[in-house]
């Protein structure tokens, strides 16, 4: 056992003695291995909304182009003005709390992330209860079931970025980030996919809401 | 701005240039017509399409092919040198 272990530190050298486990795996990209994951999962999503947005306009400029949208039909764009205001701040101060924790701002991270998430979840809530009131379901002819796929399909990204966000104010509040950048990822890439949502809503606000 | 992929930071400022171009979509569908507004809108999302996929190629390459004096591996800084 001795004999065979002796070798094995020689070979590796230096590098043994800072780095546990199998070697540091060859780097073939310019992109970092951590972010690829994040960044071919938001590629796939936003081919997912492209394909909803084109049923959204064939049905629009296509199938409909003068009775758009119904008859009878009245959007709450103020309120939706309102939920996007919501959502936008939310991208601010996710982004307020990762320039704190870059900065060894604990404090500010935790209260960053908690009003990020405290902001998405009043986005969801005020969609939820616009629903209940904007007067027309999914079953309502074509509109009703392009509204409700388009603006659902986003609220369920919103869900899964609270999901993201709960986790990383546990992670937070026990103090697992650090102003490293290898030490804040858990706090980078829900960030990343957060205004990645955010700007998913934009695109659906303008595209449904007010043009 | 480079890719809005690459971090946080830039994801952000992305989503600045986004709101910003919203509301220019907004003002040209309010002043002219949806049609004119969705028009803009399409040309904005394409500018935007071409500067994420060129990210994208230049992220996907190999850090052997880098300049050594490169310090700023950024789109524009390269294509302003390729130019």
């Known amino acids: ?211 | 701005m480079g890719n809005p992929l690459k971090s946080e930071v830039a994801a952000f400022r992305w989503l600045v240039a986004v709101v910003i171009g919203a509301v220019t979509v907004i003002i040209v569908a309010k002043l002219i017509s949806s049609a004119a507004g969705l028009i803009w809108g399409m040309i904005l999302i394409g500018i935007v399409s071409v500067y994420v996929i060129k990210g994208m190629i230049y992220m996907m390459g190999s850090p052997d092919d880098d300049d050594p004096e490169e310090t700023e591996p950024e789109l524009t800084s390269r294509d302003d040198r390729q130019a």
């Open chain 1, 1 to 211: 056992m001795e004999s065979a272990s002796i070798p094995a530190a020689g070979a590796h050298g230096h590098a043994e003695e800072h780095h546990h486990g199998p070697p540091e795996a060859h780097q073939s990209a310019r992109i970092d291995r951590t972010v690829l994951g994040i960044l071919l999962f938001i590629l796939s999503e936003v081919m997912l909304f492209a394909a909803f947005f084109a049923a959204y306009f064939f049905l629009r400029v296509v199938v409909s182009p003068d009775t758009w949208p119904p008859a009878g039909i009245e959007l709450p764009v103020l309120i939706a003005g309102i939920n996007t205001v919501v959502l936008v701040s939310s991208s601010f101060t996710v982004h307020y709390a990762l320039e704190a924790i870059k900065h060894n701002n604990h404090r500010g991270l935790r209260l960053g992330l908690a009003l990020t998430w405290l902001l998405g979840a009043t986005f969801l809530f005020i969609q939820i209860n616009e629903y209940l009131h904007v007067g027309f379901s999914a079953r309502d002819g074509a509109f009703g079931t392009i509204f409700y796929s388009l603006t659902g399909l986003h609220g369920a990204h919103v869900f899964v970025g609270l999901l993201l966000l709960t986790f990383a104010n546990i992670r937070a509040w026990r103090g697992h980030f650090g102003p490293e950048q290898k030490n804040h990822l858990g706090v980078e890439v829900p960030g990343i996919y957060w205004h990645f949502v955010d700007i998913m809503w934009i695109i659906v606000f303008v595209a449904v809401y007010v043009i």
